[in-house]
């Protein structure tokens, strides 16, 4: 069963923050929205355009393979594949780690240590700084395999963020009442967001540029009360309210006298030194 390294939706905060070097090659510096993870990364921008403030999906994968099958050549790669699902794509070699514990800015407790990974793709380098928990491989499996093996296979996928089935983007679009073009989702952990958009009547789904391009222009044109419809049916499912809700949730139930609740702090503090 295929584990990816990392992935998560980042936004492009510097391009060639130290000058352009090279005629067709960018670097892009962009930050991930669930993990705060931190990337550096050469793009070739000649064929792959991007720019500061937009969204990307990246996934970090030992192979192409949905079975985990590793890949040494392009026979190998089976029928179906994430390179079905992805726009940009690069195979190289991870061939570092390195863990770091940084001073707070304030001179008080130290930050949460952190994992460095470089992955090199013939000469367009990357380097993906993030908490080791973001992954399960980073804390544990990566580095063992660095050890056995210090050039691990390493495949980078990336997909513009916008259109796929990422809760982020549909939230942020249900609670702006927007309509929702969706265009692809992650397997398994996106597949189900999908249906809840269409079958709702939030948005449409499609993985064809000339579908998308006809559904936007009958919008404007033959069929104006579509996206009206939509927008109307997503503004219903928007929960804008939800973070403060969860909030409240927990602190209900942690005022709720339980079992667990009568247990002496003394107790259960002493817990922490076991875990």
């Known amino acids: 069963m295929l584990t990816f ?4 939706t980042f936004v492009i905060e510097q391009l060639d923050p130290d000058g352009k070097k090279f005629d067709k090659v960018s670097r892009i510096v962009a930050r991930s929205e669930k993990h705060g993870a931190l990337l550096h990364l050469d793009v070739n921008t000649e ?6 403030k937009e969204k990307f999906l990246m996934v970090l994968s030992p192979t192409l ?3 985990g099958a590793p890949i040494t050549n392009e026979a190998q790669v089976e029928q179906k594949s994430l390179a079905d699902k992805f726009e940009y794509i690069m195979y190289g070699l991870l061939y570092k780690m390195d863990h770091m514990r940084s001073e707070s800015s304030d ?3 130290k930050s949460p240590p952190l994992v460095e990974v470089y992955v090199s793709f013939g000469g367009l380098q990357m380097r993906l700084r993030a908490d080791p928990n973001s992954c399960g491989k980073f804390k544990d499996q990566l580095g063992e395999e660095l050890e056995m093996d210090p ?3 390493a495949v980078l996928l990336m997909e513009g963020g916008e259109g796929m089935a990422g809760p982020g983007t549909i939230a942020e679009a249900l609670i702006r009442g927007l309509p929702i073009i969706l265009n692809d989702y992650i397997p398994g952990q996106e597949k189900g967001n999908v249906p809840y958009v269409v079958d709702y009547g939030a948005g449409v789904f499609t993985r064809s540029p ?6 936007v222009a009958e919008g404007f044109s033959t069929k104006p009360d579509e996206p ?3 927008s109307e049916n997503a503004l219903k499912l928007a929960q804008p309210e939800a973070v403060f809700d969860i ?6 139930l942690t005022c709720q006298r339980g079992p667990l609740a009568n247990i002496p702090y003394i107790l259960t503090s002493s817990f922490t030194s076991i875990i």
């Open 5 to 8: 390294y990392f992935d998560d």
């Open 47 to 52: 064929i792959y355009p991007m720019g500061v």
């Open 65 to 67: 393979n949905y079975s």
């Open 107 to 109: 001179g008080g407790s």
């Open 151 to 153: 050039e691990l296979p």
């Open 210 to 215: 000339k579908e998308t391009a006809r559904i």
């Open 228 to 230: 009206k419809r939509m």
């Open 247 to 252: 909030v409240k949730d927990i602190h209900d």
